[in-house]
């Protein structure tokens, strides 16, 4: 599995977000917790973020090595500072390529996108059909191997079905992951999306799982480290009684304004939950 | 473009093959002499090789860097000695991923494969079409984003379209390039196709263009510092006047034993040929 | 050889300075047009940039990889500006090692430092005697394995040698290279000292060299496309009859308002010129 | 801290060695046992052999990756046999770089040299020491920044130090662990000195330490799965009831013909054994 660290309010400083709290998510790459499978997080590492007064697009930083021996990150993040921000450090298989492109979040024209889960067979029964289902250009514009990035190719393809005006964010994420579990009924696999979705103006994190037990997934406001401000993270970045986790099959609406929301996520059919716990949710 | 080497015969040593020549591959990757396109091929390296009293499927070592500062190589290439090589040096266009997935040789069951040369519009156009006449296995296994591997999966496709024993190499490989070629005169694009694949028997390299100056390529055999051997290079590795060209849309057969031939491609439709010479082939 | 560039001034986008000019330098990391020795500069690169609002210290990004293939630096340098930016591609030599830690600049406490140059004999002679002269910390701190971190290193020793203030960053430049050329005459060894150096608010840009050619090197003021500022560059950036030499062992010193000085490099004894032009001048 | 195994005996398949145990050293880096400090061995490993019949320096293979996501690893190996193979994989601390020029082991003419272990206060107080007593051509040739190869290269010189013949290895190693112990007391610091070192023909291994805990450290001879051989490593492979641990302040010796003997490491003074159990054996 991954643990994946969402932020959206006050400008935060990206060095005391990653690096300060006393289980910081490079913390969680080496020492997680809360983890269903897999020990650490080393194969990877990611960080998205908006910089809304020079343009709507995000910058991404990613790599394919463990986030705790990179040199360029503890530097550069002292003199960045941002709205809106992404951390994944991914945990992945034995047969999933380590790669820089498989590393997460996915930027594409001012989203960002990032996945903690599993999709079982995604190479051998998924791919195929989700890739029929994408629009030429997000087609041409995979560069990766992982289920995540064809969930995120899914959703701007639903998101830009329809000529002229995009479609709606949230909609739109429920309508994949209602495809998603569609296919997974259909080729009778386990599925997990635990996905962090932004424009920056808005976060969108969902907690989606067949398996009966979800993948962990809290949120907090108004925290005193990181006042004005919501957190949306895989594991707790420190100890506050106010850290809530999000319910599963349930997804967080966050703006920049500290409003929240949490609804549940509703598929056409009912989710079919499986009977056993996860055995490896390690594809992503 | 690329530079690739291939060599066939008598058992040799890596390190004699690789850096000993006055224009070696290294050389070639440094200061190419006989490039249409690009300056140097810094954008990743590979080499394949077999050792058929282990088993039939290649061994297979790559890297994003350019191999004139890869470390490991000049070390361990010292101590392997095979009868049948493939070496690979990159040169990509800005647009494509210098990733270790895309470098060369791609290896599959028992075959190599390497490609030096562009499919223009290949993300945009032929990317979608070609894929749809994948059989699942070699689908799911494509592991990069190049035209170079999804042209491999499309010659294991025609190799194993038949249920039961596996087409014969340069027929299917006959078929492919003819395959290429009808999408390139559908999409009104240019094609470069020099081609190495082995079975670690035998060898084919093809030599096909529809732009009216081809690649360079060319062959020796049994040259006094290679004995008993065939190469095949894009640049010529030392001086020798005994160095052929392979001639524009010709593919070379080697084997094991020396025997040599030289045979023309043969496309459904005659072979388009862009009036102009070509402006930037570097999409590989 | 390697290329630099250094930028004073107005808050600059990084990405403008770095990929935007006509002959930018990452075209120069490429297609590079005065070097005197090596073909392009593909061993690495790295980017220093100073956030004064926030701390003294500058933030660095390095890579052992090529500038033109690296897939952060495009998407990060559209978000960040600086008044004070460091750019450097690496042509090293066979011997040296490619290596993150070798990658210029260098930072330590608020100072960053490049070079473009080369030491000859460094490993088998300078090394040990340069060490010797170094103070615990710096002697401590050297990371990688180049001429370039030692020089700094030494010059770090010098400005701390003296406790209590440290020296005048100018003076312990004059100062270091006095010392270097010592050792050159000692060791009869040829030196290339193409050096910048920061603090944020004050850069300088020396040309020394025991060759009779120097390095290519030039600065520009209040040009058109980055007005209100000084660039110093290895090779001019665009065409702009405003460019000028640093003539041969003369320094710049350049502020943020823009007041540039150039003054000669003056050393205790005579520069010895070598007679011939450089052999190689790649160690760096 | 980090794992380690060396093999010496009958012509072994590197694949087998590597991969095959059930708790192979990738398992080990992933999911020790015994450490007494960190949780993975996630930054870097390496893989060094002999090829008697062609040289007698060995190859080495390296990377600062996790070996678990290494692509070339599980092909290369697969096609190389040796009668004597190093493999390590390393667990760096937070304040050492993870880089390829760090990993193990290290190689210098004919002999292997890898570690386990720490120094505590290396760079601050033993480097400097440690590097006035080497020979210029082994203090020239640091290629890294770890104690472990200041280590070899005290090794090296303590070998070399008489014109003529080198040094017996065992005397020599037994010399440099006595001198890094009177350093050790001088700096009132800690070391374990868990070290493999090999000419291809002799292994030495020892277990030393002036914590009160050793690092765990086993040797089997002619196991069933690896007959006519003797196995030395940090964590037991394979359940076998003949896997002995090398006592605290022993070394074995190992031949080709698998003579083994185990003595203990004598020290000019006694050794300070620290009173409470390492806190962070994590230097190397």
């Known amino acids: 599995m991954c643990r994946l660290l969402a932020y959206i309010g006050k400008e935060v400083n990206l060095h005391a977000l990653i690096y300060t709290p006393a289980h910081s998510i490079v913390k969680q790459s080496n020492q997680p917790r809360e983890m269903r499978s897999g020990v650490v997080n080393a194969d990877g590492f990611g960080v998205g973020w908006y910089k809304p007064e020079i343009e709507p697009a995000p910058a991404v930083f990613k790599s394919p090595m463990p986030i705790w ?19 994944h450090v991914r945990g992945a298989s034995a047969g999933m390529a380590i790669a820089q492109t498989n590393s997460h979040p996915f930027a ?14 995604f190479r051998t029964a998924f791919m195929r059909v989700m890739r029929r ?12 191997t992982t289920d995540s990035e064809h969930v995120f190719a899914l959703w701007l393809s639903n998101l830009h079905r329809e000529n002229g005006k995009p479609g709606d ?6 309508q994949t992951i209602d495809q998603m579990h569609t296919l997974a009924m259909q080729f009778n696999s386990q599925i997990v ?16 799982s067949t398996f009966p037990v979800a993948a962990s997934l809290y949120f907090i406001e108004n925290a005193r480290a990181f006042p004005q401000a919501v957190l949306i993270c895989s594991e707790r970045l420190f100890d506050d009684p106010a850290w809530q986790p999000v319910p599963l ?7 920049k304004d500290r409003q929240i929301e949490c609804a549940p996520i509703k598929t056409s059919a009912p989710v079919r939950v499986a009977v056993a716990a996860p055995p490896a949710l390690t594809e992503a």
Chains 1, 2, 3, 4 share one sequence.
């Open 69 to 87: 021996s990179d040199l360029n990150l503890p530097s550069i993040s002292r003199k960045i500072t941002s709205p809106c921000v992404f951390v």
């Open 108 to 121: 594409k024209e001012k989203y960002l996108f990032m996945h903690n889960g599993v999709t079982e067979n």
């Open 133 to 144: 289902q994408l629009l030429d250009e997000y087609y041409a514009g995979i560069e990766g």
């Open 169 to 174: 964010m949230a909609e739109c994420l429920l």
């Open 193 to 208: 999306l635990n996905i962090a979705l932004s424009d920056g103006e808005t976060t969108l994190v969902t907690n989606f």
């Open 249 to 255: 099959n349930h997804y967080i609406r966050a703006g």
